[in-house]
């Protein structure tokens, strides 16, 4: 699996200019607003919907084709997207609630450390879910055909999200951030979960 991932990160080699340039872009907007949080979630959103490039590159190269060659199984090759996707989330969420830290000691916003890392956690938490049901789609209808699905996956919570908070209905407001937070995680190991089955399934099916 190792190899799969190097393959992949080798890939997006071209992106590290691209991405330099989007934190740089979103920090220094991010100096006009009194809320940092902005930064957050644009970055994490972004670095998940990235990794959903390396199908992509996979599906013009014909890497799916030519991996039947190689000692790995389909099982790996699924497996390797998945951490991909960890990965990328995860370095995301370490930029995100560094650049927050740096802009709000700049711009000298007091810094609550809890709410500060709890809510870059979730905007994690939430990218990990939006990958485990784009990668199920991915691996059933390919990449073009699913782009418009991916507009669907993304746009539904945001529309909820605008919804709810233009009629002001607090649901939560009773339930501790430390509680969302635990509850996000677990929700996303099991949405994870039967999402790798799923894609794994899937994919063993197809022929090539």
Known sequence: MKSLLLKDLMAF???????????LFFTIL??????????????????AMLSISSFSYDQHAKWDLFAQTLPVTRKQIVQ??????????????VLAIILNM????IKSLPIEWNVLIESNLIIGIVAIVFLSILFPLIYKYGVEKSRMLII???????????YFSNNNLQLLN???SQTLLA???????IVMVISYIISLKLYTAKDF
């Open 13 to 23: 080699q071209s992106y590290v200019k691209t991405l330099v340039l989007f934190v």
């Open 30 to 47: 991010t100096f006009s607003m009194d809320d940092a949080s902005f930064l957050s979630g644009m970055i994490i959103l972004w670095m």
């Open 80 to 93: 390797a997207k998945y951490v991909l996707g960890l990965l990328f989330v995860s370095f995301a969420t």
């Open 102 to 105: 740096v802009v709000s000691s």
């Open 152 to 162: 669907v996956v993304v746009a539904i919570p945001s529309i909820v999200f605008i």
């Open 174 to 176: 009773n339930v501790t």
């Open 183 to 189: 509850g996000g995680v677990l929700a996303a190991i």
